[in-house]
C-alpha cells in the first residue's frame, strides 16, 4: 500500500515533515523519500532510500539539516522510487502517490505512442509515479492532469504535488486510500494517517473528499475541485493496515477493532478461559470480544518489537516466513492447560497461522480458537496491492475451494456468502487444515456496521467480489 505526508508552513518544515512521514511507516515496507523546496535557493531537495533492510528513521535523520525550505512531502512505499522531481509547462514540480495502476502497461503504449518518453525505471519496470506526472502534464493546469488521471486509471491513485508555490493534495475519484488534513499555528499538512497530527500539533481539520483536489499554503486549504459523490474507501483500513489512533472518514480504527469483537463476543457460545490478541492489528478485536464475552484477556503472546517492527518485512519469501514467526513469542505460563482464544486480522495464506497455532499447542494450550475480524478472503485485490499476493490461487481460500470443487473459481459468490453450506464447508476446511479446535469469520454484516458507513461506501471487493472502477 503505502502512505505519504505533506507540510507547508511559515518556518522550516524539516521536523514535521520528517516525523510526520515517519508516522506512516506501518504502511509500507519498501522504500521512502522526501523533498523540500527551498524558496531562498529556488531548488528542490531529495533523497530516497531503500528500507527493506532497516527503518525510515536510520535512513534520513542524518539528512534532515539538507532539507531546507517551508514546504515539503514525503512518501513511504510499497512501489517504486519516489518522490519524482518534474519540469514541465505545468512549472517545477515533485510528486508522491499512493497508487496501483491496474492498467499501466496500456496507459504506457499510449504515451510513448504520442512521442513522451520514460526516464525513471525500476527493475527494468515504468515507475508508476512518473507515469502519473506524465499524465498530469497532459492538462493545461494541475487540476485538469489531475483530472486526467482520475479518466484514465483504472485501479487507485491519491498524491501529493509540491509545487515552487504550495502542496496539492489529490484523492484517489473513489478515495479508496484515506487524504487527512491538519492545521496548527503557521502551517497546515495532509496526511494518509491522521496519528502523525496529535505529536506534531496538528489538529484534525478534514478529511478530503473522493477526487477532491485542495491547494494547502501555510495559512490555508483552498478546495480547487469539489469532491465527486462516490466513495469505497478500503475497508481493511480498519481490519489490518490503520494504526489503532488513526480516524478514516470520521472512523476510529481501534474503536471499529473493538466494536467488531465485542459483536462476535456476544453471540459466540464457546466456553474458553481466556482471550488474546495476535500482535498488533488483531489486539483490539480481542479486547472487544473478551468484553463482549464476559471473558478476561491475557498476554498469552507478544510481540518482539526492538528488532521486528511491522514495518519490517525481508524481501525473500523464506525469509519473511522466518521473521513472522519470530516476531511473536508465546508465553507458556499463560497458556498451559488453557481453552485459549486467539483474534487476528485475516487469514492470507496461512503460513503464518501454520506455525502460530503449532508452537500454541507445543506450548501447552489444552485448546486453541481462533476468531478472524473479517469474512474469508475470496478475490485478490485488484486495488491496493493490500496482499503481495500476485494472483488469486496464492489465497488459501481458492486453493481449499480448488479442492473442493475441483476449479477454483467455481461457486465464488457461495462461498463468500455467510451461511451457506458452501462457506462452512470452507471454514471447517481451514479449522481442520491447522488443527484449530474452533474457527469463525466476523460476517460481512458485522465488518461493515461496525465500521459505521454505508456498505455502498466501502470497498469489500476481497471478500465478496464487489468491483467498482
Given at each position: 500500500?503505502?502512505?505519504f505526508f ?7 518544515c ?11 511507516s506501518?504502511?509500507?515496507?519498501r ?9 531562498v535557493?529556488?531548488?528542490?531537495c531529495?533523497?530516497i532510500h531503500?528500507l527493506?533492510s532497516?527503518?525510515f ?19 513511504i ?5 519516489q ?16 497508487a496501483r ?9 499510449e504515451?510513448i505512442?504520442q512521442g513522451v ?6 527493475q ?7 507515469l502519473?506526472?506524465?499524465l ?7 487540476v485538469?492532469?489531475i ?5 484514465k486509471?483504472?485501479?487507485?491513485c491519491s498524491?501529493?504535488?509540491?509545487t515552487?508555490?504550495s ?13 487527512i488534513?491538519?492545521?496548527k ?25 473522493p477526487?477532491?483536489?485542495?491547494e494547502?499554503?501555510h ?6 475541485s ?9 475497508s481493511f ?6 494504526f489503532?489512533?488513526s480516524?478514516?472518514?470520521?472512523r ?16 459466540d ?15 483490539g ?7 463482549g464475552?464476559n ?6 503472546i ?7 517492527p511491522r ?11 522466518l521473521v513472522a ?14 481453552r ?9 495464506r496461512?503460513?503464518?497461522?501454520n ?25 485478490g ?8 499476493s500476485?494472483?488469486d490461487?496464492e ?12 476449479d477454483?473459481?467455481?461457486n ?13 464447508a ?5 479449522r481442520?487444515?491447522?488443527?484449530l ?14 465500521i459505521?458507513?454505508p ?5 469489500t ?9
Amino acid at each position: 500500500m503505502g502512505g505519504f505526508f505533506g507540510v507547508a508552513a511559515k518556518q522550516a518544515c524539516r521536523t514535521d515533515l520528517f516525523y510526520g512521514v515517519d508516522y506512516n511507516s506501518h504502511l509500507g515496507t519498501r522504500r521512502a523519500g522526501l523533498v523540500t523546496y527551498d524558496d531562498v535557493d529556488q531548488r528542490f531537495c531529495r533523497s530516497i532510500h531503500s528500507l527493506e533492510s532497516t527503518y525510515f528513521r536510520t535512513k534520513f535523520e542524518a539528512e534532515l539539516p539538507k532539507f531546507k525550505g517551508n514546504t515539503g512531502i514525503g512518501v513511504i512505499s510499497d512501489t517504486d522510487p519516489q518522490p519524482i522531481i518534474i519540469n514541465s509547462h505545468l512549472g517545477k514540480f515533485a510528486i508522491v502517490t499512493v497508487a496501483r495502476i491496474c492498467n499501466i502497461d496500456e496507459l504506457e503504449r499510449e504515451l510513448i505512442d504520442q512521442g513522451v518518453h520514460f526516464g525513471e525505471l525500476s527493475q527494468g519496470r515504468t515507475n508508476q509515479t512518473e507515469l502519473i506526472a506524465l499524465l498530469i502534464n497532459q492538462g493545461k493546469t494541475f487540476v485538469d492532469g489531475i483530472r486526467i488521471v482520475h479518466e484514465k486509471v483504472k485501479g487507485s491513485c491519491s498524491l501529493l504535488i509540491l509545487t515552487e508555490n504550495s502542496i496539492i493534495a489529490a484523492r484517489d475519484k473513489l478515495g479508496r486510500t484515506p487524504i487527512i488534513l491538519g492545521r496548527k499555528d503557521g502551517a497546515m499538512a495532509a496526511t494518509s494517517e491522521s496519528t502523525a497530527f496529535p505529536n506534531l500539533d496538528f489538529e484534525y481539520l478534514r478529511d478530503v473528499g473522493p477526487g477532491e483536489i485542495v491547494e494547502l499554503k501555510h495559512d490555508a486549504a483552498t478546495t480547487l475541485s469539489a469532491p465527486l459523490p462516490d466513495m469505497q474507501i478500503c475497508s481493511f483500513l480498519w481490519v489490518y493496515y490503520g494504526f489503532p489512533t488513526s480516524c478514516y472518514e470520521g472512523r476510529n480504527v481501534e474503536e471499529t477493532r473493538f466494536a467488531s469483537g465485542e459483536a462476535m463476543g456476544r453471540t459466540d457460545k464457546t466456553d474458553v478461559d481466556c482471550a488474546c490478541g495476535i500482535p498488533d492489528s488483531g489486539v483490539g478485536m480481542a479486547l472487544g470480544y473478551a468484553a463482549g464475552h464476559n471473558a478476561p484477556y491475557h498476554r498469552c503472546i507478544s510481540k518482539y518489537t526492538p528488532t521486528w517492527p511491522r514495518s519490517f518485512t525481508p524481501s525473500d519469501q523464506s525469509m519473511r516466513s522466518l521473521v513472522a514467526k519470530m516476531k511473536l513469542v508465546p508465553n507458556r505460563a499463560m497458556l498451559a492447560g488453557k481453552r485459549a482464544l486467539f483474534c487476528d486480522d485475516s487469514i492470507v495464506r496461512g503460513t503464518q497461522l501454520n506455525d502460530n497455532v503449532s508452537e500454541l499447542f507445543r506450548c501447552g494450550a489444552k485448546e486453541v480458537h481462533m476468531r478472524i475480524a473479517c469474512p474469508p478472503l475470496i478475490y485478490g485485490c485488484r486495488y491496493l496491492n493490500f496482499t503481495s499476493s500476485k494472483s488469486d490461487m496464492e489465497l488459501l481460500t481458492r486453493r481449499i475451494i480448488e479442492e473442493l470443487e475441483g476449479d477454483p473459481e467455481k461457486n465464488l459468490d457461495l462461498y463468500a456468502t455467510t451461511g451457506s453450506p458452501q462457506y462452512e464447508a470452507l471454514v471447517e476446511k481451514i479449522r481442520e487444515r491447522f488443527g484449530l479446535t474452533s474457527l469463525k469469520f466476523n460476517p460481512i454484516e458485522t465488518l461493515v456496521e461496525s465500521i459505521g458507513l454505508p456498505k455502498c461506501r466501502i470497498c469489500t471487493h476481497c471478500f465478496d467480489g464487489s468491483s467498482h472502477f
